[in-house]
């Protein structure tokens, strides 16, 4: 036999493959019951998990739910209620078109649906195993619809071998219950795991409101509401100002006609609207930009998270404009920003009462008009560095290397280096090609400190950063000014502490580092009255 023949696959294997394209993880079977459930009109939705959802996941809704006819054939492929023509395509508002998600479920699992489509008349189940239906009847229950899916990827047991622990899958599928839920605040929305009540979130009138679960009060403190209008767009939303940048993982969604989507557009227009003002940070941000639906293609990706707008350029200026300005107005209005600045330590300082005090050798505390600031010396330093760096790389002074030093670059970041290799020399970091895909270092910039793996993980960095002229400029000044600046732990004299500050408060952005943690934090006295309970 001819081993290599095409032949077509018998249909219970490629209603396998093609489940396990929009099935990927309890969080797929979720996300798409939850669009079933929203599709229905449902005001109240409960997802309950077993195991993180390896052993059972059910989606329970008070939508208009199923007649016996409609159950049927829900579970077939290709089987929707949502789309007649092709036409329907660009004018859809629901989340389901291509009839796909029920029969994927189905075949990779134990299903149960419950439904009922009226008030006053028995509704119906249905019983599938693997794809097959097997059992169909009646059961008492209102109005609504129950899906119950047990046993996820039995059929399948490499794909369910790559299910992570049940607290990762459960953390996963919390993710995509808080994006739904944040898209329809006026549905209650409720999640339980293995017993324990997750979320309980009852309908709220304002996004903000429904917040609360998600984001650190520190930051919701800091959010600023964000509005624009276009003949083609309209957006909505909030912005954490960038007092409140986040180091790792901070709430950052994008919502398109209330889709949960990934979009590399509109995130790269935020942050180029918060531009200079980042500083390496990460700010939170939830947008909801709404739009006809015939100026959207929401049929490219599987399982729809990625849309495409008709006109992507316009849809990143459009977003970067309503950022910027957003931020604008928070920045003009701020008077924190301006009490904390140059002022009150310039004028006071450098005799201040107390002088400069040094905590644990890491902290400098200096007292101001409206109370005391703590300074971390790190990254006071690094930000000192950082600017001088960008103000002027021709006067960083260079030291020759006794011991020059080679480093092996991989194939990518060799490519990296020659790119970027005059930059290098304009920031005192002279090197020449050796051989192969070796360099040697011969000059560093004085005070560096910086060894052979500094500038290996430099060049690694850079591989997978943006590499515009300006954003290099900054890596590599980012770089060196965190690799030369003090460290916490080292005794500071009050004359190092007083130049340290005057220099701080001369640069541009003073209260963050580089990478936008803050250098500056401040205290004032009504906090300390608070504290000691004055007040
Ligand atoms: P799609 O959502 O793309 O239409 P699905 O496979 O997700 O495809 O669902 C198939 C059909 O089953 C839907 O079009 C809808 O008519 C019906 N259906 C699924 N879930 C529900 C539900 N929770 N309530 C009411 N009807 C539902
Ligand atoms: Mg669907």
Redesign the pocket.
């Known amino acids: 036999m001819n081993v290599h023949r095409i032949r077509l696959l018998p249909e219970a294997v490629s209603r396998k493959l093609a489940a396990g394209e929009v099935i990927t993880r309890p969080a797929s079977v979720v996300k798409?019951?939850l669009?079933?459930?929203l599709?229905?009109g449902?005001r109240r939705i409960t997802v309950e998990l077993r195991a993180g959802g390896r052993n059972l996941i059910r989606v329970s809704?008070n939508?208009?739910?199923?007649t016996l006819d409609?159950l049927r054939l829900?579970v077939q492929r290709h089987?929707?209620?949502?789309?007649e023509t092709v036409e329907d395509l660009r004018h859809l508002t629901?989340?389901?078109?291509?009839?796909?998600?029920?029969?994927s479920i189905a075949a990779v699992s134990r299903l149960r649906i419950e439904?009922n489509a009226a008030e006053d008349t028995a509704g119906c189940f249905l019983v599938a195993d693997g794809g097959e239906v097997k059992e169909i009847g009646e059961v008492a229950r209102p109005r609504g619809?129950t899906?119950t899916v047990q046993a996820l990827f039995y059929n399948l047991p490499v794909r369910r071998g790559f299910l992570k622990s049940d607290n990762h899958e459960t953390r996963l599928v919390t993710e995509v219950v808080k994006e739904y839920a944040l898209a329809h605040i006026q549905v209650h929305f409720e999640l339980r795991a293995d017993g324990d009540e997750l979320l309980v979130l009852p309908p709220v009138s304002a996004v903000k409101d429904r917040l609360v679960p998600f984001v650190d009060p520190q930051v919701e403190q800091h959010l600023l509401q964000l509005n624009a209008q276009h003949p083609l767009l309209s957006l909505s939303g909030y912005l954490a100002d960038p007092f409140a940048l986040s180091g790792s993982y901070p709430l950052q969604l994008i919502f398109i006609n209330q889709r949960p989507v990934r979009s590399r557009v509109v995130m790269r227009a935020v942050y180029e609207g918060y531009g200079r003002t980042l500083h390496g940070g990460n700010p939170v941000f939830l947008l909801f930009l709404s739009t006809a639906p015939e100026n959207l293609d929401v049929n490219i990706h599987p399982t729809k998270q990625e849309v495409r707008f008709v006109d992507e350029r316009l849809l990143f200026d459009f977003i970067s404009e309503a950022v910027r300005k957003t931020l604008g107005v928070k920045l003009q209005s701020t008077v924190d920003y301006q009490e904390l600045a140059v002022a009150p330590l310039i004028t006071d300082s450098p005799t201040l009462p107390q002088g400069f005090w040094q905590l644990h050798d890491s902290f400098i505390f200096a007292q101001v008009q409206s109370g005391y600031c703590i300074i971390d010396q790190h990254a006071a330093h690094e930000r000192i560095l950082f600017e001088e760096l960008l103000r002027t790389p021709e006067h960083i002074p260079q030291q020759g290397l006794l011991f020059p030093l080679t480093v092996e670059l991989t194939a990518e970041e060799f490519a990296v280096y020659q790119e970027v290799n005059s930059i290098l020399a304009s920031f005192g970091v002279q090197t020449k090609p050796f051989s192969g895909q070796t360099i040697v270092i011969e000059a560093l910039p004085a005070g560096a400190n910086m060894g052979r793996d500094d500038v290996r993980s430099l060049f690694a960095e850079l591989v997978t950063s943006e590499r515009g002229e300006r954003t290099l400029r900054e890596r590599l000044a980012r770089a060196i000014a965190c690799k030369g600046a003090v460290k916490a732990g080292q005794r500071l004299s009050q004359t190092e502490m007083e130049s340290l500050i005057n220099r701080l408060f001369a640069c541009r952005e003073p209260f963050f580092c580089p990478h936008g943690r803050p250098a500056i934090i401040r205290i004032t006295l009504d906090d300390l009255a608070k504290r000691f309970g004055r007040t």
């Open positions: 798409e019951l669009e079933n459930a599709d229905a449902a809704d939508g208009w739910g199923m409609d829900a089987a929707t209620s949502k789309l629901s989340y389901g078109f291509r009839g796909e998600a029920l029969a439904t619809t899906v």
